[in-house]
Structures are given as structure tokens and as C-alpha cells.
């Protein structure tokens, strides 16, 4: 008991009391100093938000680095997945320039029917590119329509490589 009120319900009391008219706290025991509950940092409310934005290429960044949302489970999962995302776009588009530049190259240096060989290839990565790009948006809408749902599923193909940890 504090002054005239009790520590554990407010309610005001007569001095001298031993205890509490209305909780029964008894008067002459002191308050331990860890008796008030601390609150944890309270969530800004943006976790959602987080887990959205990291299906949008680097934008997993903000919820990888955004307190104290960065230590939600959900989010965790949601930057996981939008990090291996953002690793197999960038990687797969790596893959076809390489190829386009090689079989570019290749086309020039032979003539006739293998140049013209070569020139198709060169344009069938043109075609797996699109293909390539097509999938890796639709992965991001997948994703991010399941975080505004709330949903932990891992992305088809690649979501079982996400590393971020996920905590249980």
C-alpha cells in the first residue's frame, strides 16, 4: 500500500489499516519492485504491411530491419520468402543475359545455317525471359495476396529454399 491507496487495486485506504477493504492486500508487506508489469514494445501495427512489401523485390529490407515487427514470426516468413523471390528473379535473369550474350556472340562469328541456328537460340531466350519475368510476377502477387490474408504458405517451386528463420 502506497500512501492511501492499495498497490494492487487503487482503492483508497484508511490509514492505519492492515488490510485492503477491498482486495484484502495486506498493509504491512511492501510491493516487490517488479510487481508492475512491464509492457512490451508495442507492435506499430505495420507487420502486415511488412509482410506484403517483401514480395517487391528489395523491399524485404524493411521488414528484415523494422522494429519490432522485424521479430514477428509472420513477417520473418514473409521476408524469408520474398528474399529467396528476389534471389531466384535476379538470378534467372542473370542466366538468359549470359545466354543471350553467348549465343549473340557465337551468331557472329559462324555464318549460314549455324549463324541462323544460333539467332534462333538468341531468340528463344527472348521467349524465356518473358517467361521467367511472367513467373516471378506471379510468385510476387501469390505472395503478397497471402500475406494480406494472413497465410504462411511457402511459395510453389522455390519457397521451400526461403532461409530467413522462421521462428515456431
Do not use: W
Not at 24 to 44: G, L
Not at 77 to 103: K, N, P
Not at 123 to 144: D, P
Amino acid at each position: 500500500m502506497e500512501g492511501n491507496r492499495c498497490t494492487q487495486c487503487g482503492t483508497p485506504v484508511v490509514a492505519g489499516a492492515a488490510l485492503c477493504a477491498n482486495c484484502a492486500n495486506a498493509a504491512s508487506q511492501a510491493p516487490p519492485a517488479y510487481s508492475q508489469p512491464v509492457a512490451p514494445a508495442a507492435a506499430s501495427g505495420n507487420g502486415k504491411l511488412y509482410s506484403i512489401l517483401a514480395y517487391f523485390g528489395i523491399l524485404f529490407l524493411v521488414g528484415m530491419f523494422a522494429a519490432p515487427e522485424k521479430d514477428d514470426p509472420k513477417v520473418k516468413f514473409h521476408v524469408g520468402q520474398g528474399m529467396i523471390l528476389t534471389i531466384a528473379q535476379v538470378g534467372a535473369a542473370i542466366v538468359v543475359l549470359i545466354l543471350m550474350v553467348f549465343f549473340s556472340i557465337l551468331s557472329g562469328f559462324t555464318s549460314g545455317i549455324i549463324s541462323g541456328l544460333f539467332g534462333s537460340l538468341m531468340g528463344l531466350c527472348g521467349l524465356l525471359a518473358f517467361v521467367v519475368n511472367v513467373g516471378g510476377f506471379a510468385l510476387m502477387v501469390m505472395g503478397a495476396l497471402g500475406a494480406s490474408k494472413g497465410e504462411e504458405k511457402p511459395l510453389p517451386v522455390i519457397g521451400k529454399f526461403a532461409f530467413y528463420p522462421k521462428d515456431k
